[in-house]
């Protein structure tokens, strides 16, 4: 009866401590096993092979000695010689392991406190492991808590099955939490660590504030209504751009609910943070407009390929279209992306004076004509020599006060000028020994030849070298800001395609690679687009 009591204790054992835990059973019989193993080793011999199993429905514990079955025996304790071990089992072979029972053991007070430390071990590893697989999965998810305790402004909630940080920078500011208060936070990163799994909340995250939308807006968690982008000024202000998939639902109002109800809600958790939610638009200069609310705007003047807009406002509009502490424009820019420039119409007019003086200027200087005649070129919209030089004859002549005449010397002295800055660039480009053989690429011109030569560029083999942000630039997204990078050819007129074409055929000149590489390489390009239109489909 006595050895009936202790079977049903140690399964009793194992059954509370796997749902105090919450970890299978098999693994805390498991880790009885080993502790066991262990400590009959240590009676036994380090070197012995033991084995213990504990039979999970009735607590029976084997403990058996195994013996690997070896030609010649090197290790007495570990092996047992083919010859002996047929007298055991005639069907034996080497590379068999023979099973010796033993009796019982009694564990003495260091045997069993070096068996608990064993268990402990073991559960301590199941419980993490079963945490992280836990919490890996609701990275993005919302969770509510309890304040354990506060460590030098982190703030370490209890989830009821782990327990995670908020550190001092994701909470919101003047936010003060203290033991036994509730908290509801964002789960943004899961890390498995060798104190165990960290897992990190926050309440300054853009997607927080979505979440929180999500929950108090059925139309979003229905998928009606989607939240496209989110820029938030954590406790100060946000924006969040919303649209609806349904035209008879406005999601703008959606979003605030009956009387204010919907955003009050998203407001208190977030400690009073004001929320502007602007409808998104697949225009940009619409989105952005609506972005910059409640400041109103007179004109906007996109660069898509920078990314880039400028936007003119009222003078009476400015300080409200920058905000406090340029707090409007900055999350205006991060929701949308583009990078905002906000000018007055007196400064916009200011500018634009201050170009059409430049390139009248740049007329009369290149052209060598009169004020009168560089202001008038000037208004008309030309820009630049080049299109003066190159552009149909009529229509110079069709200008008030020109004529055919007028507009054929104009043209030519626009060509002269052009040739004479030509032979300027070529006797540079020669000075900095940059061979003739690089203008054989397409697109290639004197100016390019110049620009790398200055960059220390010579031969076709060097150009090769190149990769086409290192010519035409790029941008990269720091703190919110997005930031240009120049590039070679960032001063001249030379699209990404065009400088892409010409590293291309500086390869193919030099053999790095082949045409049939590069055929392949496209076809491999056009398979797989046709596969992902496939896949829309």
Request: net charge negative; with cysteine; glycine share 8%.
């Amino acid at each position: 009866m006595a050895v009936s009591a202790n079977r049903l204790e140690l399964l009793q054992i194992a059954d509370a401590v796997a749902r105090e835990k919450s970890i299978d059973k098999q693994i805390v019989i498991a880790a009885m096993a080993d502790a066991i193993q262990k400590a009959a080793r240590s009676r036994y011999g380090q070197e012995t092979n033991i084995r213990a199993d504990i039979n999970a429905q009735t607590g029976e514990m084997k403990l058996q000695r195994l013996m690997e079955v070896v030609e010649a025996v090197e290790e007495p304790a570990r092996e047992i010689s083919l010859k002996d071990a047929r007298t055991r089992n005639p069907d034996a072979q080497a590379g068999d392991f023979i099973a010796e029972q033993l009796p019982p053991m009694e564990f003495g007070r260091i045997a069993a406190q070096s068996a608990k430390q064993v268990i402990v071990q073991k559960v301590r590893e199941a419980e993490r492991d079963r945490q992280y697989d836990e919490y890996k999965d609701r990275i993005g998810e919302i969770v509510n808590g309890t304040v354990k305790r506060v460590e030098y402004g982190n703030v370490i909630v209890d989830l009821g099955r782990g327990e995670a940080i908020i550190r001092r920078d994701e909470l919101i500011p003047r936010e003060i939490f203290k033991y036994g208060d509730r908290v509801r936070a964002y789960v943004y990163d899961v890390r498995r660590e060798q104190r165990g799994p960290q897992i990190f909340l926050s309440r300054t995250h853009p997607q927080f504030m979505a979440k929180l939308f999500t929950m108090e807006v059925p139309e979003i968690y229905d998928g009606i209504i989607e939240i496209r982008s989110v820029a938030r000024d954590p406790g100060s202000r946000a924006k969040i751009a919303v649209i609806s998939h349904d035209s008879s639902i406005d999601p703008v109002g959606a979003c605030v609910g009956m009387r204010g109800s919907r955003v009050q809600a998203v407001v208190g958790e977030l400690q009073g943070e004001k929320i502007d939610i602007i409808p998104w638009n697949e225009n940009a200069a619409s989105f952005i407009v609506n972005a910059l609310q409640p400041a109103e705007v007179a004109k906007v003047v996109l660069d898509e390929d920078a990314e880039r807009i400028e936007v003119v406002v009222p003078d009476d509009q400015l300080s409200l279209a920058i905000g406090r502490r340029g707090q409007n424009v900055r999350l205006a820019s991060q929701l949308t992306g583009w990078d905002i420039d906000i000018l007055t119409e007196e400064e916009e007019s200011q500018r634009r004076q201050k170009e059409f003086t430049e390139r009248s200027g740049l007329f009369m200087d290149a052209l060598n004509v009169d004020e009168m005649v560089g202001q008038v070129l000037a208004s008309e919209g030309f820009s630049s020599v080049e299109e003066v030089a190159f552009v149909e004859l009529g229509e110079i002549a069709s200008i008030d006060g020109f004529d055919d005449d007028t507009a054929g010397e104009i043209q030519m002295r626009a060509r002269e000028y052009l040739d004479r800055i030509e032979e300027e660039r070529d006797a540079r480009r020669k000075e900095l020994g940059v061979e003739d053989e690089l203008r054989e690429l397409p697109g290639m011109t004197t100016a390019m030849m110049v620009a790398v030569g200055e960059d220390g560029v010579k031969t076709i083999e060097d150009f090769a070298g190149y990769a086409v942000d290192d010519l035409v630039g790029w941008k990269e997204r720091k703190d919110g800001e997005t930031k240009f990078e120049a590039g070679v050819f960032s001063d001249l007129d030379i699209s990404r395609v065009e400088a892409e074409q010409m590293v291309v055929a500086a390869r193919l000149k030099v053999g790095w690679i082949t045409e049939e590489e590069l055929a392949a390489a496209d076809e491999g390009e056009e398979a797989g687009s046709e596969d992902a239109e496939a896949a829309e489909a």
